[in-house]
C-alpha cells in the first residue's frame, strides 16, 4: 500500500510541475535602444477561449503599443497538442535595467525577465528628431490661483513620412484644471528648409494653488514610415516635449477681505427686468435677469451672485445657472441668476446697488462692477394689502441678498442651464387646440384613418424632409406666447398660462397692443401670480372660462386679415 502511495504522490508532483512550466514568456531581444521597441510572448499550453493574462504590471514601465492573440491546434498520430499565444509589442518608458515583472493568468505564473535599454546614439538621435519632434508653449510664465493661462502642444512630422500613434492624451496635473481649446489642428509648416505636417493643441490650464507649478512633458510614443533606398521602412521612435515651471500668485495683498476671489478679463455685470421697471405693480411679480459674463476663468470659480433685498419687497424662486464656453484662446464663463421680484406697497421703491470686486489680470488691477439701484414706482395693484405667505416657494437653498439683508446668507442653488432666449416660464406643453372629449374622440379617429391612408406616401417621402434643415419642429419651448396659451388652456395649466402671458407682454405684439388689451392682460396677469406666489384674495379666483375668453381674443387679434373675395367668374 505504501508503494502505490508514494507512486501516486510522486506522478502528482511531476504533473504540477508540468503544469507550472506551462505558462512561458520570452522576448525577442535582450538590449534595445530607448526609441526601438520590444516584443514579448506569452504561451500557454491549452486553447484559451475566453480571458487573457493581466497585463497592468508592464506598464509601471512599458508602453503597450500593441497585442495579438493566436490559438495552435495540432493531431499526429493521435495526440493532440494545444497552444495560446499573446504577443505584446512595448516600448521603454526610460533607460536602464528593466524588469518584465511575473504574469499570472489561471493560477500560473510567468517567469521573469529582465531587458537593458541604451541611449541612441547623437547620429540616431538626430536623424529621428529630423523626422518627428514635438514642442510645447504656455502663454506666461506667472499667473495668479484660478487665473487661465494657455499651453499649446504641437507634434511636428517630415512631409512624406507616415506616422503611426495617438497625439498624447489631456494632461493630468494635480490642483489644475484642464481643457482641451477646441478640437486638434492639423497644419503645415517649414522648419530649417523642411516641410513639416503638424498636429496643434491648445489647452486652458487654471490652477487652483498658488507656489511653483511644473508642468509635465506631453510624450509621443509610436512609429514613421519614410521611404529610403528605394524601399519603405518603420522605424519606432518617442518625441516629448520640453519641461515647463510656472510661479503661481496668491490673492494679492489689496484684495478686499471677506469678498471672493475674481480673477478675470473683459468682465461685465447687468441686469434685465420682465415686465419693465415702468410697469411695476403691487402684486404683479417682476422677473430679475443678473448676468455675469468672465473671460479667462471657469465657471465653477464664478461668485455666487446675490438676490436684492429691500423695504417693500419680496424676492421668490431665485435659480442661478452656469454656462462655459471657448472662444479662441480663452475661455468664456457666464453666470445667470433669476429672481422674481413681488411688491409689496405701491410709491417710490428703489433697488439697492450691486458692487462686485473683481481683478483684471490684463492691467493687474482691481476693480468694482458695479450696478446702481434703479428707482421704481410701484403703481396701486388690485391687492391692496399683502398677507404674509404661509409656505414660500423658494428653493431649499435661497441666494444671498444684497441690500437691507446681506449677512452671511448661503450660496445660490446651481440650477439647470438654459438658453438665453428661454426661461423657467418658456417651457409649455406641445400646441393644441382646447377641445372637448367629444370632439378629441373624433378627431383621434380621423387621425387613425388619415394616417393608414397615408402611410405609403409618408414613407416615400420621409428622404426629402429628413434632408430639411433643423429648427422648424414644434419645439413649445419655441411656441409663439399665443400657442403656448392656448396650449396650457388645453391642460388646465395654470402655471404655463401665467408664463405665457408673461411672455407675451414682452413680445412685440404684447408691446404694441391696445391699452385696453395691455390693461386685460396685466390685470390676468396680477391675479395668476398671485395666486402662484401665496398671495391670492380669499375667491374662487379667475375662472377658466375668463381665460379662454382672453386667450381667444389675443388669437382673433393675431389672426391676419380675410383677403378681399375673388371676382366672379361670369360678371353681369
Same mark, same amino acid.
Given at each position: #500500500?505504501?508503494?502505490?502511495?508514494?507512486?501516486?504522490?510522486?506522478?502528482?508532483?511531476?504533473?504540477?510541475?508540468?503544469?507550472?512550466?506551462?505558462?512561458?514568456?520570452?522576448?525577442?531581444?535582450?538590449?534595445?535602444?530607448?526609441?526601438?521597441?520590444?516584443?514579448?510572448?506569452?504561451?500557454?499550453?491549452?486553447?484559451?477561449?475566453?480571458?487573457?493574462?493581466?497585463?497592468?504590471?508592464?506598464?509601471?514601465?512599458?508602453?503597450?503599443?500593441?497585442? &495579438?492573440?493566436?490559438?495552435?491546434?495540432?493531431?499526429? @498520430?493521435?495526440?493532440?497538442?494545444?497552444?495560446?499565444?499573446?504577443?505584446?509589442?512595448?516600448?521603454?518608458?526610460?533607460?536602464?535595467? !528593466? &524588469?518584465?515583472?511575473?504574469?499570472?493568468?489561471?493560477?500560473?505564473?510567468?517567469?521573469?525577465?529582465?531587458?537593458?535599454?541604451?541611449?541612441?546614439?547623437?547620429?540616431?538621435?538626430?536623424?529621428?528628431?529630423?523626422?518627428?519632434?514635438?514642442?510645447?508653449?504656455?502663454?506666461?510664465?506667472?499667473?495668479?490661483?484660478?487665473?487661465?493661462?494657455?499651453?499649446?502642444?504641437?507634434?511636428?512630422?517630415?512631409?512624406?513620412?507616415?506616422?503611426?500613434?495617438?497625439?498624447?492624451?489631456?494632461?493630468?496635473?494635480?490642483?489644475?484644471?484642464?481643457?482641451?481649446?477646441?478640437?486638434? *489642428?492639423?497644419?503645415?509648416?517649414?522648419?530649417?528648409?523642411?516641410?513639416?505636417?503638424?498636429?496643434?493643441?491648445?489647452?486652458?490650464?487654471?490652477?487652483?494653488?498658488?507656489?511653483?507649478?511644473?508642468?509635465?512633458?506631453?510624450?509621443?510614443?509610436?512609429?514613421?514610415?519614410?521611404?529610403?533606398?528605394?524601399?519603405? %521602412?518603420?522605424? @519606432?521612435?518617442?518625441? &516629448?516635449?520640453?519641461?515647463?515651471?510656472?510661479?503661481?500668485?496668491?490673492?494679492?495683498?489689496?484684495?478686499?477681505?471677506?469678498?471672493?476671489?475674481?480673477?478675470?478679463? @473683459?468682465?461685465?455685470?447687468?441686469?434685465?427686468?420682465?415686465?419693465?421697471?415702468?410697469?411695476?405693480?403691487?402684486?404683479?411679480?417682476?422677473?430679475?435677469?443678473?448676468?455675469?459674463?468672465? *473671460?479667462?476663468?471657469?465657471?465653477?470659480?464664478?461668485?455666487?451672485?446675490?438676490?436684492?433685498?429691500?423695504?417693500?419687497?419680496?424676492?421668490?424662486?431665485?435659480?442661478?445657472?452656469?454656462?462655459?464656453?471657448?472662444?479662441?484662446?480663452?475661455?468664456?464663463?457666464?453666470?445667470? #441668476?433669476?429672481?422674481?421680484? #413681488?411688491?409689496?406697497?405701491?410709491?417710490?421703491?428703489?433697488?439697492?446697488?450691486?458692487?462686485?470686486?473683481?481683478?483684471?489680470?490684463?492691467?493687474?488691477?482691481?476693480?468694482?462692477?458695479?450696478?446702481?439701484?434703479?428707482?421704481?414706482?410701484?403703481?396701486?395693484?388690485?391687492?391692496?394689502?399683502?398677507?404674509?405667505?404661509?409656505?414660500?416657494?423658494?428653493?431649499? *437653498?435661497?441666494?444671498?441678498?444684497?441690500?437691507?439683508?446681506?449677512?452671511?446668507?448661503?450660496?445660490?442653488?446651481?440650477?439647470?442651464?438654459?438658453?438665453?432666449?428661454?426661461?423657467?416660464?418658456? /417651457?409649455?406643453?406641445?400646441?393644441?387646440?382646447?377641445?372637448?372629449?367629444?370632439?378629441?374622440?373624433?378627431?383621434?379617429?380621423?387621425?387613425?384613418?388619415?394616417?393608414?391612408?397615408?402611410?405609403?406616401?409618408?414613407?416615400? %417621402?420621409?428622404?426629402?424632409?429628413?434632408?430639411?434643415?433643423?429648427?422648424?419642429?414644434? @419645439?413649445?419651448?419655441?411656441?409663439?406666447?399665443?400657442?403656448?396659451?392656448?396650449?396650457?388652456?388645453? /391642460?388646465?395649466?395654470?402655471?404655463?398660462?401665467?408664463?405665457?402671458?408673461?411672455?407675451?407682454?414682452?413680445?412685440?405684439?404684447?408691446?404694441?397692443?391696445?391699452?385696453? #388689451?395691455?390693461?386685460?392682460?396685466? &390685470?390676468? /396677469?396680477?391675479?395668476?401670480?398671485?395666486?402662484?406666489?401665496?398671495?391670492?384674495?380669499?375667491?374662487?379666483?379667475?375662472?377658466?372660462?375668463?381665460?379662454?375668453?382672453?386667450?381667444?381674443?389675443?388669437?382673433?387679434?393675431?389672426?391676419?386679415?380675410?383677403?378681399?373675395? !375673388?371676382?366672379?367668374?361670369?360678371?353681369?
Amino acid at each position: #500500500m505504501k508503494p502505490l502511495l508514494s507512486l501516486a504522490l510522486l506522478l502528482l508532483a511531476t504533473l504540477s510541475a508540468a503544469a507550472l512550466a506551462a505558462f512561458t514568456a520570452e522576448t525577442d531581444r535582450e538590449v534595445i535602444d530607448e526609441n526601438d521597441v520590444l516584443r514579448l510572448t506569452l504561451r500557454i499550453d491549452e486553447q484559451i477561449f475566453i480571458g487573457e493574462p493581466d497585463f497592468a504590471p508592464l506598464e509601471q514601465d512599458f508602453v503597450i503599443m500593441s497585442q &495579438q492573440r493566436a490559438s495552435q491546434f495540432t493531431l499526429v @498520430n493521435g495526440q493532440t497538442e494545444s497552444e495560446t499565444s499573446w504577443t505584446l509589442t512595448l516600448q521603454p518608458k526610460r533607460r536602464g535595467t !528593466l &524588469q518584465i515583472p511575473p504574469l499570472r493568468f489561471k493560477g500560473q505564473e510567468s517567469p521573469p525577465l529582465r531587458v537593458r535599454v541604451t541611449a541612441p546614439s547623437a547620429e540616431a538621435q538626430e536623424a529621428l528628431r529630423a523626422l518627428v519632434f514635438m514642442e510645447s508653449a504656455v502663454s506666461t510664465d506667472s499667473a495668479y490661483v484660478q487665473e487661465q493661462f494657455t499651453l499649446t502642444v504641437s507634434l511636428w512630422y517630415a512631409a512624406g513620412a507616415v506616422l503611426f500613434g495617438d497625439f498624447p492624451p489631456p494632461p493630468t496635473i494635480p490642483n489644475v484644471l484642464v481643457y482641451p481649446l477646441g478640437d486638434a *489642428e492639423p497644419g503645415r509648416r517649414q522648419r530649417d528648409g523642411r516641410r513639416y505636417n503638424t498636429i496643434t493643441q491648445r489647452y486652458a490650464l487654471v490652477p487652483q494653488r498658488s507656489g511653483l507649478l511644473r508642468l509635465p512633458p506631453q510624450s509621443f510614443a509610436g512609429a514613421v514610415r519614410i521611404p529610403e533606398g528605394g524601399r519603405t %521602412r518603420r522605424k @519606432n521612435l518617442r518625441a &516629448q516635449t520640453p519641461r515647463h515651471e510656472l510661479s503661481i500668485k496668491p490673492v494679492p495683498a489689496g484684495w478686499p477681505e471677506g469678498a471672493s476671489w475674481l480673477p478675470a478679463r @473683459n468682465l461685465t455685470l447687468e441686469a434685465t427686468y420682465a415686465p419693465a421697471l415702468e410697469r411695476a405693480q403691487v402684486g404683479v411679480p417682476l422677473e430679475q435677469t443678473l448676468r455675469l459674463r468672465a *473671460e479667462g476663468i471657469a465657471a465653477s470659480t464664478l461668485p455666487s451672485l446675490p438676490a436684492p433685498s429691500a423695504p417693500g419687497l419680496r424676492t421668490y424662486d431665485s435659480q442661478t445657472a452656469l454656462e462655459e464656453a471657448v472662444r479662441g484662446p480663452w475661455l468664456q464663463a457666464e453666470q445667470r #441668476m433669476v429672481t422674481v421680484l #413681488m411688491p409689496e406697497a405701491a410709491g417710490a421703491l428703489r433697488l439697492p446697488t450691486l458692487s462686485l470686486p473683481w481683478w483684471d489680470t490684463q492691467a493687474d488691477v482691481l476693480r468694482y462692477a458695479t450696478l446702481p439701484g434703479p428707482q421704481l414706482t410701484v403703481a396701486e395693484g388690485a391687492l391692496e394689502t399683502l398677507p404674509s405667505p404661509s409656505l414660500s416657494p423658494q428653493p431649499a *437653498e435661497a441666494a444671498p441678498t444684497f441690500g437691507a439683508d446681506n449677512e452671511k446668507a448661503p450660496p445660490a442653488a446651481i440650477g439647470p442651464l438654459e438658453d438665453d432666449r428661454a426661461t423657467a416660464e418658456d /417651457v409649455a406643453p406641445e400646441a393644441s387646440a382646447p377641445l372637448g372629449p367629444a370632439w378629441g374622440g373624433v378627431l383621434l379617429a380621423l387621425l387613425g384613418l388619415l394616417g393608414a391612408v397615408g402611410l405609403l406616401g409618408a414613407v416615400g %417621402r420621409w428622404r426629402s424632409r429628413s434632408a430639411a434643415p433643423a429648427g422648424h419642429g414644434g @419645439n413649445a419651448a419655441q411656441e409663439s406666447p399665443r400657442k403656448a396659451l392656448l396650449s396650457a388652456l388645453a /391642460v388646465e395649466d395654470r402655471d404655463a398660462a401665467y408664463a405665457a402671458l408673461l411672455r407675451w407682454q414682452r413680445s412685440e405684439e404684447g408691446q404694441a397692443a391696445p391699452e385696453t #388689451m395691455q390693461s386685460a392682460v396685466q &390685470q390676468t /396677469v396680477s391675479a395668476l401670480g398671485a395666486e402662484r406666489y401665496g398671495n391670492a384674495p380669499a375667491g374662487p379666483g379667475m375662472s377658466w372660462a375668463e381665460l379662454r375668453a382672453l386667450a381667444g381674443k389675443l388669437s382673433a387679434r393675431g389672426k391676419p386679415p380675410a383677403p378681399p373675395p !375673388l371676382p366672379a367668374l361670369y360678371p353681369p
